[in-house]
């Protein structure tokens, strides 16, 4: 269950004020300084991380306490994200160091001093910690401990301020994530966490998405991470939609239209998948982002990956097998795509000499680099290594069975 009651309170990373937020803006709690998380999703949503982070410090450094640490907290914890796997020690030496801090101040003994929005700082600092204890330091007591910290004071912070409904985020992604899992850990999950079905968990994600004040864009980016999920059609038809918004909000989030793509391809919408992957494959041309200019092979060759994918399964006469032969021998992708998909459209039309051979050693070159690339707000990694490597294997079984060489 760790697991599980860690990843409820994961995505509510960031509690902030919606952009345009003027003077009549209500809600029971306010969080100070909008401006600063507000620059800091700009950053991270938008891939521009790099981008911003001086101007991001310069506006830490001039808030009190505990603001001031626990918004230290949170950029060093992004930083951490942006560079994980890939010498990360010494970004996630800060982040303990500043989480440990705000955590201490944030939770003084001088009760007269504690005002509520301190509440929202320590579920976000015992999230961010989990996430690393589960992502990094492969610590799953710690993730626990952390973990029922965050979603407790969230809890308690619903029913103690019934229209802050952007608490009601917490108890949504637990709710999908429980529903999402295997029946015994539903079962064992009963008599540890407050779960209910799938639909009760997007009600309560629409729910922040409608009504709540801070973590909007928060509740839109899970929808992003349940692209990856298994669940009904029906179901991811009706999420698919809360993540387009984003996208003008952050045009240059390449994996935004990654996921977008991969859900339509989910729900068999191939055509709209290609759309997408098309999207950010021209995205891709003009974006200056330090983050896509590092990763540009690998989301490159994810959004190929899609897009290939897709076209193959819409292919319905030789004539189309042609056109991809040519489309593929076009390109020159580092990661592999178009080169898998050139062999397999030669396989397709019979024109196979020492295709065997030219799969095999594609996949000895294929690496989990090649497709992989950080996921923009977790320590965690989005990749189609495997998958590319899968379609790779299925087609030397083709060959064999057909016996091309």
Sequence with gaps: MAVYRFLAIFYFIFISEIPGFAADFSSPIIIPHYHIIEKIRTGMYGLQFEEHKQEIQYLIDQVEEPVKTTYQAIFNYMELTAHFP??????????????????????????????????????????????????????????????????????????????????????????????????????????????????????????????????????????????????????????????????????????????????????GQYRQSMNYATQGLERMKITQSVFVNHYRDALNGMLLFVFFRNQVRLINHPGQWQTLEEQTQAMNDASGVSAAFHIYSIMKQNRCVDCQKMAVDLMDKIKDESLSVPFFIAPLRLSLAQQLKQVIEDMIDEMKKGGMK
């Design 86 to 267: 890939n010498n990360y020690e010494s970004y996630l030496v800060r982040f303990e160091q500043s989480s440990d801090q705000a955590l201490k101040l944030l939770m003084s003994d001088d009760k007269k001093q504690q005002k509520p929005f301190w509440s929202v700082f320590q579920g976000i600092v015992f999230a961010m910690k989990a996430g690393v204890a589960l992502g990094i330091r492969k610590s799953y007591w710690d993730a626990y401990q952390y973990g029922v910290e965050g979603v407790d004071l969230f809890d308690q912070l619903r029913e103690d301020y019934p229209e802050f409904y952007d608490a009601a985020l917490s108890s949504g992604i637990l709710k999908v994530l429980v529903s999402q899992a295997p029946w015994i850990v539903q079962k064992l999950a009963t008599w540890f966490v407050p779960t209910g079905t799938l639909e009760d968990g997007l009600s309560d994600l629409n729910l922040v998405i409608q009504q709540g004040n801070y973590a909007r864009e928060e509740s839109r980016l899970f929808h992003g991470y349940l692209m990856w999920a298994r669940m009904p059609v029906s179901v991811r038809r009706k999420l698919i939609p809360q993540l387009i918004p984003l996208l003008k909000q952050y045009p240059d989030n390449i994996q935004l239209y990654f996921l977008i793509a991969l859900g339509y391809e989910k729900t």
